[in-house]
């Protein structure tokens, strides 16, 4: 018989980050990670993660356990387990928004499914290895720093940088230095978080192209408000433009592939309300000849292995995706699960997440 859901635990850790992070629009030095365990009927549990954050997905520890327990606790619990895309469906009906929450829950019912059926995520996500390659994101800082990072990370095993830019220092400069201090054989990416208008962004993309920097992609220059800038951009540069803040869901990927609006987009399942959608974006974006790669919020490891499974399932484990979140962290909140080695997010090869509970330590109910 079918194993149902018997219950929503959510779980709130705190934990501190080895390094503040810092983008355009925030300075962070800890997260809050917001935790859902799904128990099902046979005593298994599945873990999934909302990344809180006021100004990127609009909502918060408070608010997210209010979703949890609520209204998607309504839409799931006493259901089996054979089916979760329809499941991510009767969540995505029983509230507006709240991706975070829903990505939570739904990420902890695939975990509990794959569980049930004896294998990893990844694999039961299609995938065929159980590690994927990552980028390390660099802070906004002054070049001095960034250059000092740079080379760290480069030492240290990271074959793609990302970079962030936007926050009106001088951009231009900034990523040649970090360009001339690193080498040529470092993938540079840069994400500008919407920090700059149409025409600077033109400008400053083509002063990097004239220049040689070589700039792997260009991550969201113009405000997700604006497609029509995007648009604008993506249509007179070179390098390839990553649309993140502006595509949550298949339906506004729809409008970028409609409107030829960027070459490619980062998938985050914090935006998405999960890996069902997810897993229909990647499907879309295939069909148009749209680049994915899969990215993440700053949260733990938990979000990660949802993230990284679903990375692993697109079968090419040389990609450079956007999956550093964990690195950020003083340490994992929960036993098991997923770890970094060097550029590398290697995923359990248990059943489902592998994800055992919360560390010791670790955990307000
Ligand atoms: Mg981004």
């Not at 069909?287 to 979000?303: K, P, Q, R, T, Y």
Request: proline fraction near 3%; hydrophobic fraction near 50%.
């Amino acid at each position: 018989m079918t194993a149902t859901v018997r219950r929503l635990i959510v779980h709130t850790v705190d934990v501190p980050l080895v390094r503040p992070f810092i983008t355009a629009v925030r300075r962070t030095d800890a997260i809050t990670a917001v935790l859902v365990e799904a128990v099902d009927s046979d005593g298994r549990s599945g873990w999934g993660e909302a990344a809180a954050s006021w100004r990127v997905t609009g909502e918060s520890p408070a608010s997210i356990r209010a979703a949890v327990m609520g209204p998607l606790s309504d839409a799931v619990l006493g259901s089996e387990l054979d089916d979760v895309d329809r499941l991510a469906d009767h969540l995505a009906a029983a509230v507006i928004q709240n991706a975070a929450a829903r990505c939570a829950v739904e990420c902890a019912l695939h975990d509990l499914a794959a569980a049930a059926s004896g294998v990893p995520l990844w694999a039961h996500l299609g995938g065929r290895t159980n590690s994927v390659t990552t980028d390390m994101t660099l802070s906004a800082a002054s070049t001095s720093e960034l250059i000092e990072l740079a080379i760290g990370h480069r030492d240290a095993g990271f074959r793609t940088l990302k970079l962030k830019v936007g926050a009106g220092r001088d951009d231009v400069h900034s990523v040649a230095a970090v360009r001339d201090a690193v080498g040529a054989d470092v993938s540079l990416r840069v994400d500008a978080n919407q920090g700059w208008t149409a025409r600077q962004a033109i400008d400053i993309i083509r002063d990097w192209e004239d220049a040689s920097v070589g700039i792997e992609l260009v991550e969201q220059p113009v405000s997700a408000r604006n497609r029509d800038d995007l648009a604008f951009v993506t249509a007179r540069v070179q390098t390839p433009i990553l649309a993140d803040e502006a595509v949550w869901t298949s339906h506004d990927l729809s409008a970028i592939i409609a409107g030829r609006m960027a070459d490619a987009v980062n998938i985050k399942l914090a935006k998405s309300g999960g890996l069902t959608e997810a897993r229909r974006m990647i499907a879309l974006a295939a069909a148009n000849d749209i680049g994915v790669l899969i990215g993440c919020m700053m949260e733990s490891h938990v979000g990660i292995a949802a993230a990284a499974s679903l990375a692993a399932s697109l079968g090419d484990p040389a990609r450079a995706h956007d999956l550093d979140a964990g690195l950020w962290l003083a340490a994992s909140p929960v036993d098991s699960g997923p770890h970094y080695t060097a550029d590398s997010v290697v995923l359990s090869r248990a059943a489902g997440t592998g994800i055992t509970g919360l560390c010791a330590s670790g955990g307000r109910p």
